[in-house]
Each structure stands twice: as C-alpha cells, then as structure tokens.
C-alpha cells in the first residue's frame, strides 16, 4: 500500500511500459509531469517520439489559434484574425512573423495562408490520473485529458482497485483505461483504451509544444528502460 500518491508516480515512472502499445526499448519515449493544459493536472504523459530534429522555438497557444484559423479558412486577412482573436494587431503579427519565418505560413496581397502542415513530435500520447483509492474523481480526471491525449487511463493502489474494478463498465464506457500498480512496481492493466484522436486539436498540438521544449532541453527517457 503507497502512502501518498507521490510515491505512487514515482513507482510508476519506472514500472509504465506495459502500458504502452510500442516498444520503448527501440523507440524514444519521453514523460512530461504535472501536465497543465486547463483541463486538470495531469500526472504523468508518456509520448512516443517521432523522428524529430531539434528546435528552439516553440508555439505559443496563440500561435497555435492563429495557425487554425488560418488553416481552417484559407484565405484570411488580418482584420479577420483581430475580428476572431479579439488581440491587437502587434500580438498577431508576432504570431504571423514566426509562423512564416517557419514557412508554415505565406502571404500574398494581404492574405495569409498556410503554406506547409503543422507536424506532431508525438502522435501517441497517454495521459494518466494516479490516484490511492478515488477511482470515481481520477474517472472525470482522466476523462478531460482525452482533450489532448490518445488515450487516457486511471492507476490506483493495488489495495484499492475492488471497488473501481467493481464499476469498470463506467471506465468502458468513457473509453478511459484502467490499471493497478502495488509498491513493488507491478502493473496490472484491467482495461486498455482503444486510441482515439484527441478532442481538441489545439491542445493537442499545445501538448506537442511542451515536448518539444522537454527533448530541446534533452530530458530523455532513454530508449534503454
């Protein structure tokens, strides 16, 4: 039995492979922790790296939102942009600079269009909620990461997992995974999620952002675990 749930993550970041549909040791996987993008806290995300070179810039939120609506319409001016985003004209052209700086965008007699498609680091992504014992709150946590995660799953104390294993027709349902972890580091998946793309594209794509930033900065988990 884990005393607090920061020994259970800690547990879990050694012991998650399992949960992952690739094969870590041949494939760089990276962990982010606390994850924050407004929709709860998420305590760990494990992402599956894709071939990558190494940048230092990274987008914003509004650089993301001004990317969107110019890939959603096509053809946009600047005072659709102010007119959408409701900010001024020197914060979006900042946005605008950067994007076409990195060919994302073009411009041509004041209208702005997307030049090349936005690519992920990460097209797999799992979210998880860790929790000791309250399997119904991790529930409505994990569910609200399927915003911006692949999949999404709960891991509970090994001592506590009767009465969510009890409900796991409720963790079916939703299509958020269910799994249990005991202080030794065994992992026992009850129920696996099938992939599904994340709700929002936006904070998907901001997710992606905080990855990047994590491996520019070489915070690795090496391929070896």
Same mark, same amino acid.
């Given at each position: ?16 492979? $399992? ?11 990276? $962990? ?15 992402? @599956? $790296?894709? !071939? ?33 985003? @409701? ?33 992920? $680091?990460?097209? !797999?992504?799992?979210? *998880? ?33 009767? %009465? ?18 005991? %202080?030794?580091?065994?992992? !026992?998946?009850?129920?696996? %999620?099938?992939?599904?793309? %994340? *709700? ?19 915070? *690795?988990?090496?391929?070896? *675990?």
């Amino acid at each position: 039995m884990f005393i607090t749930e920061r020994q259970l993550v800690e547990t879990l970041k050694g012991n998650f492979k $399992i949960i992952c549909d690739w094969n870590i040791k041949k494939t760089q996987t990276n $962990i982010l922790e606390e994850v924050n993008l407004g929709f709860g806290i998420a305590d760990l995300v494990i992402s @599956k $790296i894709n !071939k990558h070179k190494s940048i230092e810039t990274s987008w914003s939120y509004f650089d993301i939102l001004i990317y969107k609506i110019i890939e959603t319409d096509q053809n946009v001016s600047m005072d659709l942009l102010k007119s959408i985003t @409701k900010a001024k004209e020197s914060q979006i052209r900042k946005s605008l600079e950067m994007l076409m700086l990195e060919c994302y965008v073009n411009h041509h007699d004041s209208i702005f269009r997307i030049k090349k498609s936005y690519k992920s $680091i990460s097209d !797999k992504t799992i979210a *998880i909620e860790a929790k000791l014992k309250n399997w119904a709150r991790a529930l409505d946590q994990a569910y609200r990461y399927k915003w911006f995660a692949t999949q999404s799953y709960v891991v509970l104390d090994s001592n506590y997992i009767s %009465p969510a294993y009890k409900n796991i027709e409720k963790f079916i349902e939703l299509n958020v995974g269910l799994a249990e972890i005991n %202080p030794e580091g065994l992992l !026992k998946i009850h129920f696996k %999620p099938t992939e599904e793309k %994340p *709700i929002d594209d936006k904070m998907f794509m901001l997710l992606n952002e905080q990855i990047k930033q994590t491996l520019f900065r070489q915070q *690795i988990i090496s391929p070896s *675990i």
